[in-house]
Nanobody
Framework: QVQLVESGGGLVQAGGSLRLSCAAS???????MGWFRQAPGKEREFVAQ????????TYADSVKGRFTISRDNADNTVYLQMNTLKPEDTAVYFC????????????????WGQGTQVTVYS
């Protein structure tokens, strides 16, 4: 069983950037990895995901062109580079993983981190 730990969240002014990291306790080379977020009073939503090889990525429309997901399987780490941040990006960001299956459905993800808070102020 893989344990996931997010880091890199914080407080940033609108227009700024943050880079989130997700460190896994074991090998994630066979895992599709994703990022989700949950804003106060809202349901958790999909942000981005990357295939096990890194060759395929998918983004929510709200972050497309601003966020980039990447991975380093040798280091068992997944990243989310967030640029041009907006106040509406404020949320707790969660890293998640699942074996092979490439699906953006939250229910398909088996492993979750505890989340890291991102707050964007204007």
């Amino acid at each position: 069983q893989v344990q996931l730990v997010e880091s890199g969240g914080g407080l940033v002014q609108a227009g700024g950037s943050l880079r989130l990291s997700c460190a896994a306790s074991g090998s994630i080379s066979s895992y599709t990895m994703g990022w989700f977020r949950q804003a106060p009073g809202k349901e958790r939503e999909f942000v981005a995901q990357i295939s096990w090889s890194g060759g395929r990525t998918t983004y929510a429309d709200s972050v497309k062109g601003r966020f980039t997901i990447s991975r380093d399987n040798a280091d068992n780490t997944v990243y989310l580079q967030m640029n041009t941040l907006k106040p509406e990006d404020t949320a707790v960001y969660f890293c998640a993983g699942k074996l092979f299956k490439y699906s953006t459905l939250e229910a398909d993800y088996n492993y979750w981190g505890q989340g890291t808070q991102v707050t964007v102020y204007s």
